[in-house]
């Protein structure tokens, strides 16, 4: 999936300013980093990616569409098409990991048979196969974030996001989730992740997307 903002802006009701005038061009395949400092305008930018939020002005191109061409009804068929992975995991606790996985393809009306094929295809991917019938609190930080990667990746998504998805883990466990990405990433999936882990994205040699105060004030290339 290819992304282009062009000189996009989001300004909240209260007058906060959260995006200015941000532009980058993310090809189809590629893998990125987003930084910056707490509160720069990360988790705001996948927002307007996802449609959770609509920008203020400028525009989002993706695939060929503009975001803000696009109708309410399309939402649903846009975010079935990226994977989204938050720091807190977003588990639900009365479930299964199976049935945490499953949860996308549930919600979209998957054939029952086809679901059971692809949770597993998505557990075994993450290393967690063997694991579906246990419940996520049985189990550690970095197994439960990587529950949270296998239900991003179960629809197959063309691209994946990702929020601060190491801020809990230990330098070991964020090492292994990043590298889960860059195997997405290896397969042909646009993956932009969010991060205040500076030493760690300069060892994935990446492009960076350094934000401050709602403005990309660098964009380094690949590392």
Same mark, same amino acid.
């Given at each position: 999936?290819?992304?282009?903002?062009?000189?996009?802006?989001?300004?909240?009701?209260?007058?906060?300013?959260?995006?200015?005038?941000?532009?980058?061009?993310?090809?189809?395949?590629?893998?990125?980093?987003?930084?910056?400092?707490?509160?720069?305008?990360?988790?705001?930018?996948?927002?307007?990616?996802?449609?959770?939020?609509?920008?203020?002005?400028?525009?989002?191109?993706?695939?060929?569409?503009?975001?803000?061409?696009?109708?309410?009804?399309?939402?649903?068929?846009?975010?079935?098409?990226?994977?989204? *992975?938050?720091?807190?995991? #977003? /588990? @639900?606790?009365?479930?299964?990991?199976?049935? +945490?996985?499953?949860?996308? %393809?549930?919600?979209?009306?998957?054939?029952?048979?086809?679901?059971?094929?692809?949770?597993?295809?998505?557990?075994?991917?993450?290393?967690?196969?063997?694991?579906?019938?246990?419940?996520?609190?049985?189990?550690?930080?970095?197994?439960?974030?990587?529950?949270?990667?296998?239900?991003? *990746?179960?629809?197959?998504? #063309? /691209? @994946?996001?990702?929020?601060?998805?190491?801020? +809990?883990?230990?330098?070991? %466990?964020?090492?292994?989730?990043?590298?889960?990405?860059?195997?997405?990433?290896?397969?042909?999936?646009?993956?932009?992740?969010?991060?205040?882990?500076?030493?760690?994205?300069?060892?994935?040699?990446?492009?960076?997307?350094?934000?401050?105060?709602?403005?990309?004030?660098?964009?380094?290339?690949?590392?």
């Amino acid at each position: 999936m290819e992304i282009e903002f062009q000189r996009v802006g989001k300004k909240y009701e209260t007058g906060q300013e959260a995006l200015s005038q941000v532009s980058f061009h993310l090809q189809q395949g590629e893998m990125a980093f987003l930084t910056g400092h707490s509160g720069a305008g990360k988790s705001t930018l996948l927002k307007l990616i996802m449609m959770i939020e609509r920008q203020s002005h400028g525009k989002i191109i993706i695939d060929g569409e503009d975001l803000l061409s696009l109708s309410r009804k399309y939402i649903p068929f846009h975010r079935r098409k990226v994977g989204v *992975v938050f720091q807190n995991h #977003q /588990l @639900l606790f009365d479930r299964s990991v199976f049935h +945490n996985v499953a949860l996308p %393809l549930q919600v979209s009306g998957a054939d029952p048979q086809h679901v059971a094929k692809r949770v597993r295809a998505a557990l075994d991917k993450v290393g967690l196969l063997g694991k579906e019938k246990y419940n996520p609190m049985a189990l550690s930080g970095g197994e439960q974030q990587r529950i949270g990667i296998a239900r991003a *990746v179960v629809n197959k998504p #063309q /691209l @994946l996001l990702a929020d601060e998805p190491t801020g +809990n883990l230990d330098p070991r %466990l964020s090492a292994e989730i990043m590298n889960l990405f860059q195997e997405f990433n290896r397969v042909g999936v646009t993956v932009l992740v969010a991060s205040h882990d500076l030493s760690l994205i300069a060892r994935m040699h990446h492009r960076v997307l350094t934000l401050n105060q709602g403005r990309i004030v660098n964009d380094g290339g690949f590392s």
